[in-house]
């Protein structure tokens, strides 16, 4: 219970106050008890389903963080918290109706406070765009996991070993992405084709860049190292993962609106799903969970591939959130227990082996 709490403490008392903060706002805003315990119950479930969303995410990211340098892993932990709760889960929203409709930050929360029909009406509208971005930028993801060169670990295998043999092929993934953007705009007005395209380029164009610059830094930094200079940096690393924490917000944020679209109870059930993601990802990196168990970073990049995917297609069809969340829990939650039976299986062959060893 001890360990549990020294990971998930903060988080819990997080949740307690933001909470805390529904009755406190559902009352006021209301007077009403049965209202109040109607908003207490959106922030619950809205944070419910940003974890399930999440997961995938968070494991991830422990994959990213376990390499970087303990001072930017603690910056990712820390200023990376402030931009996914205060950037994407407040910020985010608001700067969509600004741009939508041509109005400045204080006009654009006036609009969410006070008209927060309209509010929904324009951010529910850039989600051609949004899904058009995302979803390009975290299929990326998802593809170069399994396009990597020299990977030797497959869980699915004969599609892993298959998909790794084309490893060889120069920007395969890029073609592959572009020609799904490109197949899901045919199915689009020209209008928002012409939006969805332009996003979807600019996604894979953010996914190039953050990785080119993360690039960049390496090899300056192998510089120095060749030079005898103690080197202490994890910029590429910590842009990286903000740009990916930003895509996997995307679906979350939208899909709140489907529960209310009052934008201080989005923001709160949001924010505790946010802070929960942190402190699993925290937990990842510091008990070696992703060490222990092979074949869960698989299964989190098979998820953040069905996600890209289903936010490309979700600009033409509507696909529930709850589909999504059951399809990444489902591939995590199958890959850890392959990592389990692999793990018995090894340490079943280690016995034999003792056994085989102390007989001879």
Excluded at 41 to 60: G, Q, T, Y
Excluded at 184 to 193: K, N
Excluded at 238 to 252: I, K, Q, R
Aim: proline letters at 2%.
């Amino acid at each position: 219970m001890q360990t549990l709490l020294r990971y998930y403490g903060f988080s819990l008392a997080f949740s307690l106050t933001c909470l805390a903060l529904a009755v406190w706002y559902g009352w006021a805003s209301t007077g009403n008890i049965g209202a109040t315990l109607s908003i207490l119950w959106i922030v619950f479930v809205l944070s419910i389903l940003e974890i399930s969303l999440s997961f995938d995410n968070a494991v991830v990211n422990a994959t990213v963080l376990r390499t970087m340098d303990p001072v930017w892993q603690q910056r990712f932990l820390t200023i990376g918290i402030l931009i996914a709760v205060f950037g994407m889960r407040i910020v985010f929203p608001i700067a969509i109706v600004a741009i939508a409709a041509g109005l400045g930050p204080i006009a654009a929360i006036d609009l969410s406070l006070n008209n927060p029909a309209e509010y929904e009406r324009i951010v529910s509208g850039a989600h051609i765009g949004i899904a058009g971005f995302g979803g390009a930028f975290l299929a990326m993801v998802g593809l170069t996991f399994f396009f990597e060169e020299d990977k030797e670990v497959h869980w699915i295998a004969a599609l892993e070993r298959t998909i790794n043999r084309f490893s060889t092929v120069p920007a395969i993934e890029i073609g592959l992405v572009l020609t799904l953007v490109y197949s899901v705009s045919t199915l689009l007005a020209p209008q928002d084709a012409n939006t969805f395209l332009t996003a979807g380029i600019l996604g894979l164009i953010t996914f190039i860049g953050v990785n080119a610059i993360a690039a960049l830094l390496e090899q300056h930094e192998a510089k120095k190292r060749a030079a005898g200079i103690v080197v202490k940096s994890g910029l590429g690393g910590f842009l990286y993962l903000e740009v990916l924490d930003a895509s996997f917000s995307f679906d979350g944020v939208i899909g709140a609106f489907a529960l209310s679209n009052n934008m201080i109870i989005i923001a709160l059930g949001l924010s505790v799903g946010a802070i929960f993601v942190r402190s699993i990802t925290i937990h990842l990196v510091q008990t070696g969970t992703l060490a222990q168990y092979r074949y869960l970073e698989h299964g989190a990049f098979w998820a953040i591939i069905v996600l890209g995917g289903i936010m490309l297609f979700s600009a033409r069809f509507h696909i529930p959130e709850t589909i999504t969340g059951l399809i990444g829990a489902t591939l995590i939650g199958l890959s850890f227990l392959w990592s389990v039976r692999h793990n018995r299986r090894e340490g079943v062959q280690r016995i034999d082996l003792n056994a085989t060893a102390q007989g001879d």
